[in-house]
């Protein structure tokens, strides 16, 4: 992470975004056209509080911890719709513990454990 610059001993410090860091140029694996701008919020459905709005980016249940066997969890998201591109927003956290969720995905909605929703990667917006 980078230091927040600040004062005039910076003011004359090349910027990290006109000068790339060494290394190998972006490829298949990294910095496709599908990837979200640089600047954009990414993070977890299960992170998201009420009102906020998100597209679903992909899955990923392996930070989840769940009884269910290994790819289970990923098959049950997708046939509830929490699918590459679904749009997403919060619509109401349970009480106490803000669990479960109401989640609006594109035209329906869920309810679905915060602990659960960790497994959808989202973009803000």
């Not at 980078?2 to 910027?15: D, F, K």
């Not at 609006?104 to 917006?125: C, F, K, S, Y």
Request: aromatic residues 0%; glycine residues 12%; hydrophobic residues 40%.
């Amino acid at each position: 992470m980078i230091p927040p610059l600040s004062g005039p001993a910076h003011a004359a410090s090349p910027s990290p975004a006109t000068h790339p860091a060494p290394g190998p140029a972006p490829g298949p694996a990294s910095g496709t056209s599908s990837d979200p701008p640089a600047g954009a919020d990414r993070c977890r459905l299960g992170a998201l509080r009420k009102g906020q709005r998100a597209v679903v980016t992909g899955l990923d249940d392996s930070a989840v911890a769940t009884p269910l066997p290994p790819g289970e969890l990923e098959r049950r998201m997708i046939e509830m719709g929490l699918i590459e591109g679904a749009r997403v927003e919060i619509l109401h956290e349970g009480f106490p513990g803000a669990d479960p969720l109401a989640v609006r995905i594109n035209d329906h909605t869920l309810a679905l454990r915060r602990a659960e929703a960790h497994a959808v990667l989202v973009t803000l917006g």
